[in-house]
């Protein structure tokens, strides 16, 4: 628990590094692994979605890696939040993978009507879905970490909660009292918003 | 492992990095709570009214506890505000832990004052004195004790109570004591006069339109306090602690009749001496003097501080003698002193009512509810007898020795069996100090020869060997045989002499059974090796059935399992009132006992083993005389036809319900 506080309030003069800048900046081969660990998986999972086709994800993955590590010296917070600018580095390369294949079918059907690259400041609608994606990626392994830490029936009470059942059938279906339903799914909740707030710190560069 | 997203906790990302409403619920459940509270009090209930005030139990939604709240009557109106504030800001400047805490004081929405308070239980001395569940005298003059603290200290400060009534004193059973209701509480030198032209409506409690002036309760005033002209000062308040101490003792308040009789009664301080008001209470002459000094009608001959009226009571406890008695008798005592060993006594017998406290700590945790009781108002003789005739002549404090030494023999009456160690040890210390009163008491020395014989000191009981007339010269019979036996608590014999000395008494003296029981009981307590202890009870049981090989017991600690065979009527507990009643096979430990008894078998012998399993298919004919306690028995094993259920359901008592197995 401390160790969340600190770093969601953590003094700002304090230079805090976070995962994806240790990765790059500092050669740091363990961060590096850890990196591509945690955005492997959605940049896959991404391509994937964009109908990339499966034998060239690997390879279309490896050129977003690249472009995370090589462009984030030029990402500006000031300008957009991370997952605008991730979900940008991750079009691109796809973009990019389209244009190499000439896939133009493809490439309508992720894109729309051809749009001109100066364009894509401008957030398209591939774009909120990434960032949409990337939320309930990051949001996902919080609760990965989330469900490491509660026995029990707290994790069920919270997913049925989530699943819209009142809390008197959540209580009824798990045989436990109202309030304790409540007590659970506040407990659930809180670690879990304090989990996605220590993954944005570690892998969301400021 | 591919990842799948869950579409559920899309949400959760938002709400937990921008930390809008709901971000900042989930993440801070508590802080949201605390921020988002309108209200900060809550499910007011009223608790009582007063003439100027009236007290809540409400909830402070900030804190999330329980406080009393005190609020202005609705009736009252602005000309109340101040007091009412002042109230508030005197108490809060009070810190002492027998005084209530105020937390906060404030104006609510409507404009109107309030003060919150530390809420407690709903017992004040009043109740303690007289409710359903009135405590004991030593303990409502400890809680008075504690209301001096709190009045002494407030008087340190320069404030004055003048309203110190038992419903002012809210005292629980886990011995917290807080002196409430601060309202007419004053600064000393405060000035009145502003208070004189008051119109009749505005008069802050309702007994001031009595008389003008008065304030404070009826019946817990000082005279001085019912008249226009005269001073109020802390010697008021030592005159209401006198008048509380009056109620303590006697159980009533010290004015009663109707109003205008407590008045007039007050005027002219008509104060009946608690020893008139409750002559079968006992009412020591010590504490009694103390009451008549603080009640006194002239404040000059009050006591001087509620710190000196506190220090007499604490002197009473500790069994001093107070100020308060007369110089004449307090001249008398200290030549008294002088002449006899009475420091020595004394010292004792501060020892002796420790130990009696603690005997009776033992046997309330022994659930010994009755046996103690019946001691408990021995042990409250002893004290008034110390404390009342310690100056008597000599052939009182014999009387005394006397006394004590009969304490120590009902002590070990009711003691020996539950907790044999401590008490052997504390009638010892009650025989000390009555030797000590009186060294050549009979009846201490006669005691003194049975704890002796109790634990097997022979050799230290003909040092002060019985007189031959005394009910106990048998018991020389057994001592003559063993000279050379000097055990106690700390030394016992082997087992195997135990059991040796047991078959030998049965051919000595077969008469002592309880006596007997009382030397097992002490030894198998205060024995520490863990050896089979079933010789002992097997000779224990031929010396109750006055036979030899009366029963074979076949004992299986590592079981838990005990045999007991028997081709006679054998019995298993000595049922004379020396005796302990229970079951003799209790000093083996097993869980579950089988008994072949060919002839007649008692189960109510069994009384109080702590056994999971009876099995009685063995036996003859069960005769159900007693009912009998086995508090943990499950099972009881018969043959079909042997007894009925309900036969067995009826006698035998069980903490719950047990199964009946019927058995070839």
Known sequence: ?206 | MTYKPDPRLAQAYDEATLLNEEGLEGLCPSYTELAGEGTRFRDDTLLGKGAVKEVYRTFNSHTRRWVAMARLRADRGPEFYDLFVHEAWLTASLSHPNIITIHDAGVDGNGRPFFTMDLKGDSSLADRVAGPAPAGRRELLEIFMKVCDAVAYAHSQGIVHLDLKPENIQADAFGEVLVCDWGLAKQVGELEEGEYELPNALRPLDNMTLMGQIKGSLGFMAPEQVMADAVKDHRSDIFALGCILHLILTGVPPFTGTEEQVLEATRRCEVVPPRKVSPERHIPGALEAVVLKAMARNPEDRYASAQLLRDEISHFLEGYSTLAEKPGFFREARLFLARNRIPATIAFLAIVTLSVVSVLFIQRIQHQQERAERFETKAEAVEILYQDEIDRSEQERKALAIKMARSASDLKKLGIFVRPVETVREARKLVASAEALDDDSALARLQRFSLDCITLNFEGALENPVQPHSGLVDYLLLVNAFPEFNYSEERRPSISKMSGFLQQALEINPNRQALVERMVAFDYASRSDGGDYSPVVAALLDYVCGEKDSAALKYSPADSTLTLQSNQNIRLAIWDKWGSNDCLLRFLTFRSLKVEVDDRFFPGDLQNLHIETLDLSACGELVFNHPVDLPLLRKVIIRPGQVSAQVLRDSISANARFEIVEQQ
């Not at chain 1, 692994?33 to 991404?46: D, K, L, P, S, T």
């Not at chain 1, 309930?136 to 994790?155: C, H, P, S």
């Open chain 1, 1 to 206: 628990m401390i160790r969340y506080f600190v770093q969601i309030m953590g003094s700002s003069d304090q230079t805090r590094y976070t995962l994806l800048q240790r990765a790059c900046d500092l050669h740091d081969e363990q961060a590096w692994e850890e990196f591509v660990g945690h955005y492997r998986r959605f940049i896959f999972y991404i391509l994937n979605e964009m109908g990339v086709a499966f034998g060239d994800i690997e390879d279309v993955a490896q050129q977003v890696l690249l472009s995370l590590t090589k462009d984030l010296k030029g990402y500006d917070r000031s300008r957009a939040r991370f997952r605008t600018w991730l979900s940008t580095v991750i079009r691109n390369a796809a973009l990019a993978h389209f244009r190499k294949q000439n896939v133009r079918q493809n490439y309508i059907r992720v894109f729309g009507e051809e749009q001109s690259l100066e364009a894509m400041e401008q957030p398209s609608e591939i774009d909120l879905r990434i960032e949409q994606e990337w939320a309930a990626y990051v949001a996902d392994l919080a609760m990965t970490r989330v469900k490491d830490v509660f026995q029990g029936q707290a994790i069920e009470v919270f997913e049925l909660g989530l699943d819209g059942l009142p809390a008197a059938e959540v209580a009824e279906k798990t045989g436990l009292s109202i309030a304790s339903v409540y007590t659970l799914r506040k407990r659930v909740k809180k670690r879990l918003y304090l989990e996605i707030r220590a993954l944005v710190a570690e892998l969301e560069p400021e």
